[in-house]
């Protein structure tokens, strides 16, 4: 295969461990902290859970290592969205776990929790592991989205493990694949399968977080890629100066991507969605938002823009959602087939004006047509509207100019207002990780092992002070069950890992909201450039504004 200067270059990189961990294995120790408790609902899940839950954080320090010395057959897998830093985790588990003995095994399981569950895997050696280090990308074994979450399944995963001799499994995945990351392990736990559970906090989301977790690895990466693409843009918008620009960034559900964006690329505008949530806007309110600062800049000559849209807005637009799910109800069971063979759009129109309730039909009359089309073409499996396909860029630039035709029929607006549309998603998923991510990732995956060689289950490996140098970093594990509270999902109570929304009394957003008019009226892009892997370190090993800012070290 032809290599790339970058990817030859970065083959050589050296990813940075935490200071603790830099001492050899048999020179790591535990360091007992507290007990824990669930974030909420603390007598369920210490219910659901009573072998995991509970337990005691940990963090490593220098000292003798006590463990028991025992041959180490783990198994990993990938789970979910790509995000940049998976093969450094893998690398950094392999590693520790080579360099702890040779005769250990790393199984790498293929295409997610589908690969535990059929048994197709391979086993990494040398020669395989060295073409993946410090790369973007899942490749290295696949991912998937198979949920891991029925007894019958966890039986299949206990038969595999115990048919390779695996007594460890490191899931390395986001929310839900940490959520039943914590069951596999109380289930394993419960039946003295005698198979440890890791995770590790993946997505680029960046909702996997807590006061210990201080980000989901990969967040850093996607944001700057993005971040420069947004860079740019805002100086080809400052150069011609005759576009709004409409940038919608990944982010299924919370806005932390949108919002870090904003805080490294300063555009006119970001919509933030729990924003829009706690102040309950509708679209109407938030296409006039947006129209306020295109009229603003009109009067002062600047027909351009740029305004970042998460893609999970829609679903925090109260009536919004309200609609989709009234469109779900709309399509349940074969009622689908019914509507799907009806010839015409005249006639689905009209099947659609007599199912949904007078309030919903104002909003869905209002959206443009190939966004209501939108939302009657794609179907996730559970037959629900997939609204991340729905394009809101064009969904709120549409809305934008019907609000500005409006104002200059009031004579209210002269300007010029031509759309542009971006989505930015995909193209930072498999980037090639930062330093940052390349030696977080390395460490969360060297710390995993760690943790399994202590003989620990159902915890997160953690990696935390990462505002501060590498060497300063303190590696350890989380029990999972902290993060845990009960929520409704299909119709049924379950124990889930509570997603980290963006939080509008946090350091982040609050410096947004301090800066946000200021940006809207005037041009105050900010230029990030590419990500730089070789350089001065203020360059290459920053961190995220959101970070730095929740650090107070912004
Ligand atoms: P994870 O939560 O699994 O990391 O995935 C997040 C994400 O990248 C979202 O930002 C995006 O909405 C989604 O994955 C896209 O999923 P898919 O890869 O299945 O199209």
Same mark, same amino acid.
């Given at each position: 295969m032809k290599l790339s200067p970058l990817q030859t270059a970065r083959y050589q990189y050296n990813p940075k461990l935490?200071?603790?961990?830099?001492?050899? $294995?048999?020179?790591?120790?535990?360091?007992?902290?507290?007990?824990?408790?669930?974030?909420?609902?603390?007598? #369920?899940?210490?219910?659901?859970?009573p072998n995991t839950y509970g337990k005691n954080e940990i963090t490593f320090q220098k000292g003798t290592n006590t463990a028991e010395a025992k041959k180490q057959v783990v198994g990993v897998i990938l789970s979910g969205g790509q995000a940049p830093g998976g093969h450094n985790v893998i690398c950094g588990? *392999?590693?520790?776990?080579?360099?702890?003995?040779?005769?250990?095994?790393?199984?790498?399981?293929?295409?997610?929790?589908?690969?535990?569950?059929?048994?197709?895997? $391979? $086993?990494?050696?040398?020669? *395989?592991?060295?073409?993946? +280090?410090?790369?973007?990308?899942?490749? =290295?074994i696949g991912s998937g989205r198979t949920k891991l979450e029925t007894e019958e399944?966890?039986?299949?995963?206990?038969?595999?493990? #115990?048919?390779?001799?695996?007594?460890?499994?490191? =899931?390395?995945?986001?929310?839900?694949?940490?959520?039943?990351?914590?069951?596999?392990?109380?289930?394993f736990a419960a039946n003295n399968a005698g198979v440890q559970v890791i995770g590790c906090p993946k997505t680029i989301d960046g909702d996997l977080k807590n006061e210990d977790i201080e980000c989901s690895f990969g967040f850093d990466t996607a944001t700057k890629t993005y971040s420069e693409i947004i860079g740019n843009i805002e100086r080809d918008a400052n150069s011609a100066k005759k576009y709004w620009h409409f940038v919608k960034v990944m982010g299924r559900s919370a806005s932390h991507v949108a919002l870090e964006c904003a805080l490294?690329? +300063?555009?006119?505008i970001c919509l933030v969605g729990e924003e829009v949530a706690a102040k309950k806007m509708s679209m109407a309110e938030i296409a006039d938002y947006i129209a306020d600062?295109?009229?603003?800049?009109?009067?002062?000559?600047?027909?351009?823009?740029?305004?970042?849209?998460?893609?999970? =807005?829609?679903?925090?637009?109260?009536?919004?959602?309200?609609? =989709?799910?009234? $469109?779900?109800?709309?399509?349940?069971?074969?009622?689908?087939?019914?509507?799907?063979?009806?010839?015409?759009?005249?006639?689905?129109?009209?099947?659609?004006?007599?199912?949904?309730?007078k309030e919903s039909m104002a909003v869905f009359a209002i959206l443009p047509q190939?966004?209501?089309?939108?939302?009657f073409l794609e179907r996730d499996p559970h037959g629900n509207v997939q609204v991340s396909l729905i394009e809101s860029e064009k969904l709120f630039s549409a809305l934008v100019a019907e609000n500005?035709?409006?104002r200059k029929a009031a004579g209210k607006f002269n300007g010029k207002f031509s759309a542009l549309h971006h989505f930015l998603g995909y193209e930072g998923r498999c980037a090639f990780p930062s330093n940052f991510d390349a030696d977080y990732c390395y460490s969360l995956g060297y710390?995993?092992?760690?943790?399994?060689? *202590?003989?620990?289950?159902? *915890?997160?490996?953690?990696?935390s002070n990462l505002s501060k140098p590498a060497e300063e970093w303190v590696a350890g594990g989380m029990p999972m069950t902290k993060m845990m509270n009960i929520e409704r999902r299909h119709g049924k109570d379950k124990p889930v890992i509570r997603k980290a929304l963006v939080e509008l009394d946090g350091a982040p957003f609050k410096f947004f909201a301090a800066n946000r008019a200021e940006w809207a009226e005037n041009t105050c892009f900010v230029y990030p450039g590419a990500i730089q892997y070789f350089g001065p370190s203020e360059v290459c090993d920053a961190t995220t504004v959101t970070l730095a800012l929740e650090k107070g070290e912004y």
């Open positions: 935490p200071g603790m961990l830099r001492n050899g $294995i048999s020179e790591i120790c535990v360091k007992n902290g507290a007990p824990t408790e669930s974030v909420a609902d603390q007598e #369920k899940i210490q219910a659901l859970f588990l *392999y590693d520790a776990l080579k360099a702890t003995d040779k005769d250990n095994v790393l199984y790498g399981f293929k295409g997610g929790p589908s690969g535990l569950l059929e048994d197709d895997y $391979i $086993i990494f050696d040398d020669e *395989y592991i060295n073409a993946f +280090r410090n790369t973007g990308g899942f490749d =290295i399944q966890f039986a299949v995963v206990a038969e595999v493990c #115990k048919k390779h001799g695996i007594n460890a499994i490191v =899931i390395i995945g986001g929310d839900d694949s940490n959520t039943n990351a914590a069951v596999l392990a109380e289930y490294q690329t +300063r555009p006119n600062s295109v009229a603003t800049r009109a009067a002062k000559g600047w027909n351009f823009g740029v305004a970042i849209i998460p893609e999970g =807005i829609v679903e925090f637009v109260p009536e919004f959602s309200v609609l =989709i799910a009234e $469109i779900n109800e709309l399509l349940a069971g074969e009622k689908t087939e019914v509507f799907n063979a009806l010839p015409t759009w005249a006639d689905k129109y009209a099947f659609i004006e007599n199912g949904l309730t190939s966004i209501q089309q939108q939302l500005l035709k409006a710390n995993a092992f760690m943790l399994i060689q *202590y003989g620990y289950t159902g *915890y997160l490996s953690k990696v």
